[in-house]
């Protein structure tokens, strides 16, 4: 390959790259230098240049993306994958079918080994149910893990129209055989104290019985927890290579207003399957961000 045909090739693949414009510059300087190498040399100092090149793309993890992107390696949480995006920003909305509350336990701290009630502290634990599912090829496994403060993934399985059950235990994470098709739903669980701004609100509440009020309540400091939570899909593939993506939650423009809006949608009985179909269109109340890794 002579030194024109090399600089064409390059060209190509530097086109299929994502690499910042630093190692671009540096990539090509480096082939500058070995144009006054001797005609022998010039293809060896070229291939230099490119193995400079991978070294830094081994620092940025760009290279593991080039890897997975030629085996046919691909995958993507579906709740994100398949929403609309917002602003085209990194965000879609996810909707009340792929994410929505399933239990509530909110009170004033009671103390079982004396009986007694603490009025100063107000604690919460509240899950909701996520579609965790990832859509992908040569897929064989995902890991799941969560970060953030009090957070936790639950067990909870049920369906409409059914109580379900609760199993006991809880994980920071768990793997799952991958299986096209086949959902992997569970619950993050929130638990935390009301700082003292939301435990007046909360006292207000309680002291009105306003049950849509003290859900809305509810529902606003659970978005600001969900702010600071990770949730993190690893994907191992068929040739063993492996891809992480994390994602995370904001709550959408107008979150408390449309919160209120859907808890007078619901009927009377949560069970009803009625009540959740009467939700289908509505703006979601989160949007699921991608981060960077």
């Not at 600001?224 to 904001?250: H, P, V």
Request: charged letters at 25%; proline letters at 2%.
């Amino acid at each position: 390959m002579n030194e024109d045909e090399f600089r064409q090739s390059y060209a190509q693949l530097e086109e299929g790259i994502k690499a910042s414009e630093e190692l671009k510059y540096r990539t090509k300087k480096s082939l500058g230098r070995a144009a006054r190498f001797p005609a022998g040399k010039i293809a060896f100092a070229a291939c230099l240049a490119v193995f400079a090149g991978v070294g830094l793309l081994f620092g940025t993890g760009a290279l593991e993306k080039i890897g997975a992107t030629l085996a046919g390696n691909t995958f993507a949480l579906v709740a994100y994958a398949e929403e609309s995006p917002t602003d085209g920003g990194g965000h879609a909305g996810i909707s009340l079918e792929k994410f929505h509350p399933t239990r509530t336990s909110a009170g004033y701290l009671y103390d079982a080994s004396s009986d007694t009630v603490d009025f100063s502290v107000v604690t919460v634990s509240r899950y909701y149910s996520f579609d965790m599912t990832v859509a992908g090829k040569n897929v064989e496994s995902v890991a799941y893990s969560i970060e953030g403060e009090g957070v936790c993934y639950g067990s909870w399985k049920s369906d409409r129209g059914s109580e379900g059950t609760v199993a006991q235990e809880t994980s920071q994470s768990f793997i799952v055989a991958y299986d096209d098709g086949t959902q992997v739903v569970r619950e993050i669980g929130l638990n935390y104290v009301l700082d003292e701004e939301e435990k007046a609100e909360f006292d207000r509440l309680y002291g009105t019985s306003d049950a849509d009020g003290m859900e809305t309540l509810l529902a606003v400091c659970d978005a600001k927890r969900l702010a600071g939570t990770s949730i993190t899909a690893t994907a191992t593939f068929a040739d063993k290579t492996s891809q992480t993506k994390s994602y995370g939650f904001e709550a959408a423009e107008g979150f408390e207003g449309m919160y209120r809006a859907y808890l007078s949608q619901w009927a009377t009985d949560p069970q009803d399957t009625g009540s959740w179909a009467s939700l289908a269109g509505e703006p979601s109340l989160f949007n699921l961000v991608e981060k960077s890794r």
